[in-house]
């Protein structure tokens, strides 16, 4: 992400503009736009140019503009106009109690994400060990895996990805959780490739929000235009990377580990069988926060 703009910038030209100036073009250009949420992107589009943020930012709106809080603030209200998607505009988002930075090369973290981390943190607080140890597997921003490590202070967290690019990410990501972080390993390579095979048997936790659509499936245009289709597109049915996953959890997991996967809701009861099919003695699918089937949970091979 770019700097903020310092306190020692000049104003922004000699027609002096405040941020309360351009918070108003701002709303109305994203008015314009049809933005979900105009007033709410507009305030966080000028706290990113002003670096005026949270209980900061109403007494600087008065403030006046510096050049190169104008310029960020061009670009990123351009960027906008194109259709990009605000996450990647702004550079951040938040997840659950991160702050984390994304670009194109990772998907945009979404709410059905926490639910997921939400339960990989469940299962982690059933084990009573000093020291318990994660697997989050196609890791891209590293939101799950982080979200992890940040949230129970006994766990041992690998994060990792096939993508150098988006292990970029996650290593930015990391060096942003401060002391949690030393807790962190990062491994780059596909599904259970990347996992040193000292590890088999030994891990509480195997989490992935991996790739799940279908070739031909349909998408909405700005998914499919910004994100990346490696991280979204699986194969010919959409479960080609999960079954994979779903295949060899079970010799990585330790007596009572779990394995914890985001789906889609049409997915869910496939994925159950092959849970099954693996040896997996308890399964359940569990339901985002808007009540559509989420998450596979399986405990345990028989």
């Known amino acids: 992400m770019e700097p903020g703009p310092s306190s020692g910038d000049p104003p922004a030209d000699e027609e ?3 941020w309360r100036e351009l918070h108003r073009e701002a709303l109305s ?11 709410q992107e507009a305030r966080w589009i000028v706290e990113v140019a002003s670096g005026h943020e949270g209980t900061r930012y109403l007494s600087g709106l008065d ?21 990009e998607p ?15 930075f994304v670009d194109r090369r990772v998907l945009i973290p979404r709410p059905e994400t926490e639910v997921v981390a939400q339960v990989a943190l469940d299962e982690l607080g059933r084990h009573e060990a000093a020291v318990v140890f994660a697997i989050d597997l196609g890791t891209g921003s590293g939101a799950i895996g982080l979200s992890l490590v940040v949230e129970d202070l006994r766990s041992q967290v690998l994060l990792t990805d096939v993508s150098p690019d988006a292990l970029a990410v996650a290593r ?16 780059e390579g596909p599904w259970f490739a990347a996992v040193d095979p000292s590890l088999r048997g030994q891990v509480h936790v195997v989490v992935s929000n991996p790739p799940y659509v279908a070739a031909d499936e349909e998408l909405p245009a700005v998914v499919r235009e910004w994100e990346p289709a490696g991280a979204l ?25 779990a394995l914890v996967v985001e789906l889609a809701p049409h997915q869910l009861q496939e994925a159950a069988a092959l849970a099954r099919d693996a040896g997996f003695a308890d399964v359940e699918i569990l339901a985002d926060q808007l009540g559509r089937d989420r998450v596979l949970r399986a405990r345990g091979t028989s």
């Open 16 to 18: 002096t503009v405040t």
């Open 29 to 39: 250009r994203l008015e314009r736009l049809e933005a979900d949420s105009p007033a």
């Open 63 to 83: 403030a006046l503009c510096t050049r190169r809080g104008v310029a960020r603030f061009d670009r990123m209200m351009s960027r906008r106009e194109m259709g």
């Open 86 to 100: 605000l996450q990647y505009v702004l550079g951040r988002w938040g997840f659950r109690t991160l702050d984390l």
């Open 172 to 187: 930015a990501n990391l060096a942003g959780v401060g002391r949690p972080g030393a807790r962190v390993t990062i491994a």
């Open 233 to 257: 597109v699986a194969g010919q049915t959409g479960l080609e990377d999960a079954e994979v996953i779903i295949g060899e959890a079970g010799g990585w997991l330790c007596d009572g580990g």
